[in-house]
């Protein structure tokens, strides 16, 4: 071997061997284990709604159907010429309009603070997405942690069920990269499309924050914040997860993967080193792992190894057995690694037919 080749399979082995370091340490990440599921405060479920979501009746209902005695279900709309109406009206839940304006909140931080200034005798409030489909122990799983006075934020993180085609499995498979963050609690955040948190958390100065900061495009970071300036924790209840059905196309799924990774970086900028050195790396191992093999001896096949380790957390996290996956592991390093080149230089997102600027 030249002496690049050397130094090629020097570094590549290095970075196999730290990725499977993180591999391991994901493996033995003890889970968390929620309370005795006894804990009913009185809740507010608040559903933003706009546009009409895929199965969005049957979204509704599942929130309806909740097997938890002491909640209401309440959508904000901005209008009512909004096309979720017709199925707000048909799921038979309550709805309000809109109310609360500002220059630099996003459509959903405005409806969610309407809800929060028109309702205050709740003691625990829930964001639903009106796009989760969520099953009947979902409420009581999301809220259970709340018992615990260090907690200030339950949240979970969706399985994005494909409907059909490649794309919406992309999706999926793009999704569980939120898992892994939010079971660590060092890179754990609340997931704004279900996320639950007590009365007590957002105060009158709290709602100026959350309505009126330079992050109130995301209810996500404002509400992570809140909390984690009261020095309160995050639990993460992964037996609330919801089910988000999904059918998008190629440039639906770059738009969205766009979007969600710019509004981490808004909130987490440290996330953009930390991303672009892990998915790098499987980048680096996985050509070099090609190239290494085949120009100089198969026993660089190793360097396969946290592939073979990723595409077993895919299925063991995918609710289906689905062939597509296998590919799909190979290509997410290198779209995760472009969403976050892309993010990092945004300085406006498309949401729901909106426009938002992103303030640095």
């Given at each position: 071997m030249g002496l690049l080749t050397v130094i090629l399979s020097i570094l590549a082995s290095l970075a196999l061997l730290m990725l499977l370091a993180i591999d391991s340490a994901r493996l033995l990440r003890r889970k968390e284990h929620n309370p005795n599921g006894r804990y009913a405060p009185k809740a507010l479920?608040?559903?933003?709604?706009?546009?009409?979501?895929?199965?969005?009746?049957?979204?509704?209902?599942?929130?309806?159907?909740?097997?938890?005695?002491?909640?209401?279900?309440?959508?904000?709309?901005?209008?009512?010429?909004?096309?979720?109406?017709?199925?707000?009206?048909?799921?038979?839940?309550?709805?309000?309009?809109?109310?609360?304006?500002?220059?630099?909140?996003?459509?959903?931080?405005?409806?969610?603070?309407?809800?929060?200034?028109?309702?205050?005798?709740?003691?625990?409030?829930?964001?639903?997405?009106?796009?989760?489909?969520?099953?009947?122990?979902?409420?009581?799983?999301?809220?259970?942690?709340?018992?615990?006075?260090?907690?200030?934020?339950?949240?979970?993180?969706?399985?994005?069920?494909?409907?059909?085609?490649?794309?919406?499995?992309?999706?999926?498979?793009?999704?569980?990269?939120?898992?892994?963050?939010?079971?660590?609690?060092?890179t754990r955040f609340a997931w704004g499309g279900s996320m639950a948190f007590r009365r007590d958390l957002i105060g009158r100065k709290d709602l100026e924050f959350f309505k009126n900061s330079k992050y109130s495009v995301s209810d996500d970071i404002c509400v992570t914040m809140i909390a984690r300036r009261k020095k309160l924790g995050i639990a993460y209840s992964a037996a609330a997860q919801p089910l988000v059905l999904t059918n998008d196309n190629f440039s639906q799924f770059i738009e969205w993967s766009n979007r969600q990774t710019s509004l981490t970086l808004?909130?987490?900028?440290?996330?953009?080193?930390?991303?672009?050195?892990?998915?790098?790396?499987?980048?680096?191992?996985?050509?070099?792992?090609?190239?290494?093999?085949?120009?100089?001896?198969?026993?660089?096949?190793?360097?396969?190894?946290?592939?073979?380790?990723?595409?077993?957390?895919?299925?063991?996290?995918?609710?289906?057995?689905?062939?597509?996956?296998?590919?799909?592991?190979?290509?997410?390093?290198f779209i995760y690694f472009c969403n976050l080149i892309v993010a990092r230089f945004a300085k406006k997102i498309t949401w729901r037919g909106a426009e938002y600027r992103l303030y640095p």
């Open positions: 479920v608040i559903v933003p709604c706009k546009g009409k979501d895929i199965g969005l009746y049957d979204n509704l209902q599942s929130l309806k159907r909740q097997r938890y005695k002491n909640y209401e279900v309440v959508a904000v709309v901005d209008s009512e010429r909004d096309d979720a109406i017709e199925s707000i009206r048909a799921a038979g839940v309550k709805y309000i309009i809109t109310d609360v304006k500002s220059a630099r909140a996003s459509g959903k931080v405005m409806a969610i603070a309407t809800a929060l200034q028109r309702f205050r005798n709740y003691d625990a409030y829930v964001i639903a997405d009106s796009d989760i489909r969520a099953k009947s122990s979902w409420l009581q799983e999301l809220v259970s942690p709340l018992q615990e006075r260090s907690i200030g934020i339950s949240t979970t993180f969706p399985y994005f069920m494909p409907v059909s085609g490649f794309w919406p499995r992309v999706k999926m498979v793009w999704g569980f990269v939120g898992q892994n963050l939010l079971e660590n609690k060092n808004l909130g987490y900028r440290s996330n953009f080193r930390r991303g672009m050195f892990f998915y790098g790396s499987e980048i680096f191992v996985f050509l070099s792992g090609i190239y290494l093999s085949l120009a100089v001896s198969p026993l660089f096949l190793l360097l396969f190894l946290h592939l073979l380790v990723s595409w077993k957390r895919g299925y063991s996290r995918a609710k289906r057995l689905d062939p597509a996956i296998v590919p799909i592991v190979v290509i997410i390093p």
